[in-house]
């Protein structure tokens, strides 16, 4: 019968990212974006139920069967922490389970530019990581965090659901609040949080206009905020927080986003051409004057121009990465169609050969 340690060691030996417990068959694993399943016997009603009462608290399970679905981390001897989805299926539990870095890895390991950096030293406002689920939001989140945290004396409270990455005091104090274990709602946390007079708050995802709001409004009172949201590029991001308010609010919000909103990073987790592992695409927005007039007057559409333009503030479009991608030979010509905004941004693009697409 499966047990939890033997499942997650599997997990540590084939390096993968995401482990899914479902009845019926045997362990499930994410390896390099892709779902393999475990030798073994399949799961079972019983077996998931043990599993289950292995990683979580009575609390846990009580929230479980109350609400019907769950969310949260811990941390296992020998083989680190991760993070535990439970919801039911046919009745009977099944798990997802994210295992979380045992490390903070460096920009250059992780693929990230250089400006991430910048982000993390600004005095206050608002910075966005974007982009679907499993990307790395919550990891460039982290990076930044750890630079905070080595090279100023500030107060940084983080409000996750759940905490993947445990951080220990360095220059700055790191608070770490998980919905659900510390705080009942994000919500309910962020009101909390602008009365421990935080420098630096990090919110793990804005999910709800309450959220946004709360964000905006610490954002704009001299805090330094970090947040995520599940958004692909830096136009959507802005029209996402725009829509969240209603038509009377439009005006107080689009200059409330101008004034605060300092950058945006948008990433996606692309298949490498080789097929070893993936590789990291992303967008940079660095908010400056010409972009914060278009998002006060609601002309956020025209902001790819201005992306196009900034070259000189480390700004760059998901399409130049994705054309950078193909032509190192990280990514298929095909991948690099596929996500890009404007196909014609790869006119004229050859691989790393030399070669045009199609030719041989």
């Known amino acids: 019968m499966w047990t939890l340690e033997n499942i997650l060691k599997l997990a540590r030996q084939h390096q993968a990212s995401d482990i899914h417990l479902v009845h019926g068959v045997a362990p499930i694993l994410r390896v ?19 599993i289950l009462r292995e990683v ?22 020998g083989t680190g922490r991760f993070r535990v989805s439970v919801y039911y299926h046919a009745l009977v539990p099944e798990l997802s389970i994210r295992i979380c870095e045992t490390r903070i890895r460096t920009l250059t390991e992780l693929g990230l530019p250089q ?53 220990k005091n360095m220059k700055s104090i790191v608070i770490q609040q998980e919905v659900l274990t510390d705080t009942p709602s994000f919500q309910d946390a962020l009101i909390s949080v602008l009365r421990q007079d935080p420098d630096v708050i990090v919110i793990g995802e804005m999910r709800s206009l309450e959220t946004i709001e709360t964000a905006l409004t610490a954002a704009e009172t001299g805090h330094l905020v970090f947040a995520t949201l599940h958004t692909p590029d830096t136009v959507q991001s802005i029209q996402r927080i725009q829509m969240a308010f ?17 950058a945006i990073i948008s990433q996606r987790l692309l298949p490498r051409a ?15 004057y010409a972009i914060r007039n278009k998002i006060r007057d609601k002309n956020s559409h025209q902001i790819y121009n201005d992306i196009i333009s900034g070259a000189r503030s480390k700004m760059r479009l998901m399409d130049d990465t994705l054309r950078e991608l193909y032509e190192r030979g990280d990514i298929t010509y095909d991948m690099a169609l596929s996500n890009a905004r404007d196909p014609k941004m790869l006119s004229g693009a050859t691989d790393a050969s030399g070669r045009l697409p199609g030719v041989v």
């Open 56 to 77: 979580a608290t009575e609390k846990h399970i009580e929230a479980f069967e109350k609400k019907q679905h769950l969310c949260f981390s811990t941390a296992w001897e």
């Open 246 to 262: 209603p038509s009377t609010q439009q005006n107080m919000i689009n200059t409330q986003l101008a004034n605060s909103l300092q």
């Open 32 to 50: 390099h974006g892709e779902i393999r399943s475990a030798k073994g016997e399949p799961l079972n009603r019983d077996n998931l139920w043990t």
């Open 274 to 288: 080789d097929g070893k592992g993936r590789v990291l695409a992303y967008e940079v927005c660095v908010v400056n």
């Open 115 to 167: 400006v991430v950096e910048d982000f993390a030293r600004f005095p206050y406002g608002l910075v966005l990581v974007t982009g679907p689920t499993g990307v790395g939001k919550t990891t460039t989140l982290n990076v930044m965090v750890d630079i905070v945290n080595q090279e100023q004396r500030k107060k940084i409270v983080m409000i996750e659901d759940p905490v993947e990455f445990v951080h």
